[in-house]
């Protein structure tokens, strides 16, 4: 039956097919995770690889994406299981185990399991020398089943405590010192390594996995013709582009974007490009009653002052601003130095506005820039995580250090706007901070040895 239904016309598949019921109803049901690399809103709106690549494929069908976002890889595959919808998005492995139950579409990349420890921890160079050490593997994950068949035939390995924790709360427990290793597949650590610099690839923990979307029907006939059509819409050549565009979004480490302890390139820049904007950045603080200093040092941080910059999620500029920002503020185009610059200027002016008046003057400006950086809700969410433990929300010093928690999925889940990058939103603002201190200082007026001595003077 799955020989004959996948050599018919895709365009009228059999009655009862996923495909065929999808188009009846116009939507396409996805399952998925809140999680960095699948599903979550960031400062422009939802975004995550699998997020973007499922849209692309709902539109190229002409149809509405409708998400069903799960807490683990568990309930993921217990929900296509059960058909409540038509595919599985969540970074699922193709293995043996799974391919006895679930229909898998073509691989659209693959990843490779590594050993991730703690800088500081000793020096690996077999799995048999993690005997010994706080050893953890996510429970439900491909690792678990991919170490444990190891272990059948390599008794002398380390034994494993699986968790029911995610790999992101494992990372998070390896830099507190509470864990010393895990697996995890090399493009998640990529992520986290931003974030969390502490973290070290060891060794390779097995072979290349290919990754891939499970579709409704499992072994029976019913997923056949939206296979056969997703085989199709991956090998279109924009498709490989589009796969392409989102593994460097999403998984490869931009030099404008985390590149923030670079004094030196920051000092150089000061004097070579620096002086083409200041006016501009001058006009907006008198606007906008921004200090044109930190319009500066947000401008650095976003482009290294380079007005034709453009990131791999399609901001531009100087400010970075994306197509949505840009029109809201006003700007008709982001490659403009002078629109560029006052638009950011206008944007985090309106963030400082919303902001509650409770909030002390000294610390609005780290609030509003973190908003800017991972967005209002989440900002608002780390603010509601605090008051519920009993903390002030209005002292920012509480809320920086809380923001780390908004990628614990046992924290986020239970979070209006869910999965945040707060490690990322910690190191945005601190950076900021003290590159708008840098250029404050290089700018102040210089005071004269005589000056100094007439101020202390007896008059």
């Known amino acids: 039956m799955a020989l004959i239904l996948a050599g018919c016309n895709l365009q009228a598949p059999k009655q009862g097919s996923v495909l065929r019921e999808a188009q009846e109803k116009g939507v396409l049901k996805i399952v998925t995770t809140n999680a960095p690399t699948t599903y979550y809103r960031g400062r422009d709106g939802l975004a995550g690889f699998e997020y973007d690549l499922v849209n692309a494929y709902a539109q190229y069908l002409g149809l509405t994406a409708e998400f069903n976002v799960v807490s683990n890889i568990d309930t993921v595959l217990e929900t296509i299981a059960t058909e409540q919808v038509d595919i599985a998005a969540a970074g699922l492995s193709i293995t043996d185990e799974r391919k006895k139950k679930y229909l898998f579409s073509p691989a659209y990349m693959s990843s490779d399991p590594i050993v991730v420890c703690r800088r500081g921890v000793r020096e690996i160079n077999d799995l048999a020398e993690l005997v010994g050490l706080r050893f953890v593997l996510a429970g439900g994950s491909s690792f678990a089943e991919m170490y444990q068949a190891k272990r059948l035939q390599q008794p002398e390995l380390a034994a494993a405590v699986i968790s029911p924790h995610s790999v992101e709360v494992l990372f998070t427990d390896i830099v507190a010192k509470r864990l010393d290793c895990t697996i995890a597949d090399d493009h998640v650590f990529?992520?986290?390594?931003?974030?969390?610099?502490?973290?070290?690839?060891?060794?390779?923990?097995?072979?290349?996995?290919?990754?891939?979307?499970?579709?409704?029907?499992?072994?029976?006939?019913?997923?056949?013709?939206?296979?056969?059509?997703?085989?199709?819409?991956?090998?279109?050549?924009?498709?490989?582009?589009?796969?392409?565009?989102?593994?460097?979004?999403?998984?490869?480490?931009?030099?404008?974007?985390?590149?923030?302890?670079?004094?030196?390139?920051?000092?150089?820049?000061?004097?070579?490009?620096?002086?083409?904007?200041?006016?501009?950045?001058?006009?907006?603080?008198?606007?906008?009653?921004?200090?044109?200093?930190?319009?500066?040092?947000?401008?650095?941080?976003?482009?290294?002052?380079?007005?034709?910059?453009?990131?791999?999620?399609?901001?531009?500029?100087?400010?970075?601003?994306?197509?949505?920002?840009?029109?809201?503020?006003?700007?008709?185009?982001?490659?403009?130095?002078?629109?560029?610059?006052?638009?950011?200027?206008?944007?985090?002016?309106?963030?400082?506005?919303?902001?509650?008046?409770?909030?002390?003057?000294?610390?609005?400006?780290?609030?509003?820039?973190?908003?800017?950086?991972?967005?209002?809700?989440?900002?608002?969410?780390?603010?509601?995580?605090?008051?519920?433990?009993?903390?002030?929300?209005?002292?920012?010093?509480?809320?920086?250090?809380?923001?780390?928690?908004?990628?614990?999925?046992?924290?986020?889940?239970?979070?209006?706007?869910?999965?945040?990058?707060?490690?990322?939103?910690?190191?945005?603002?601190?950076?900021?901070?003290?590159?708008?201190?840098?250029?404050?200082?290089?700018?102040?007026?210089?005071?004269?040895?005589?000056?100094?001595?007439?101020?202390?003077?007896?008059?």
């Open 190 to 459: 990529a992520l986290h390594r931003r974030y969390m610099p502490t973290l070290e690839r060891r060794i390779p923990a097995g072979d290349s996995t290919p990754l891939a979307w499970v579709i409704a029907g499992g072994k029976t006939w019913r997923g056949v013709s939206m296979k056969r059509d997703l085989k199709h819409w991956m090998s279109l050549p924009e498709t490989a582009e589009l796969i392409e565009l989102l593994q460097m979004r999403y998984f490869a480490v931009s030099d404008n974007e985390f590149d923030y302890v670079d004094l030196s390139r920051l000092k150089r820049a000061m004097r070579t490009r620096l002086p083409k904007y200041q006016n501009y950045f001058e006009k907006a603080e008198k606007r906008y009653k921004i200090p044109w200093t930190l319009l500066a040092a947000l401008s650095w941080r976003e482009s290294h002052w380079q007005v034709d910059a453009k990131s791999y999620t399609g901001v531009r500029g100087l400010m970075m601003l994306t197509r949505i920002t840009a029109k809201e503020q006003g700007v008709s185009n982001r490659l403009d130095p002078e629109q560029s610059i006052n638009g950011g200027a206008r944007y985090l002016a309106s963030l400082l506005r919303r902001l509650p008046d409770s909030i002390d003057q000294d610390h609005r400006y780290p609030f509003a820039l973190l908003a800017y950086n991972i967005g209002w809700g989440h900002m608002i969410d780390a603010r509601a995580l605090v008051r519920q433990r009993g903390g002030d929300p209005d002292q920012w010093q509480e809320v920086v250090a809380i923001l780390p928690e908004l990628e614990n999925p046992e924290i986020y889940k239970t979070l209006k706007f869910g999965y945040a990058r707060g490690r990322e939103g910690q190191a945005y603002v601190a950076a900021v901070l003290n590159f708008a201190d840098i250029i404050e200082k290089a700018h102040a007026p210089i005071i004269e040895t005589s000056q100094s001595i007439m101020v202390g003077a007896t008059q």
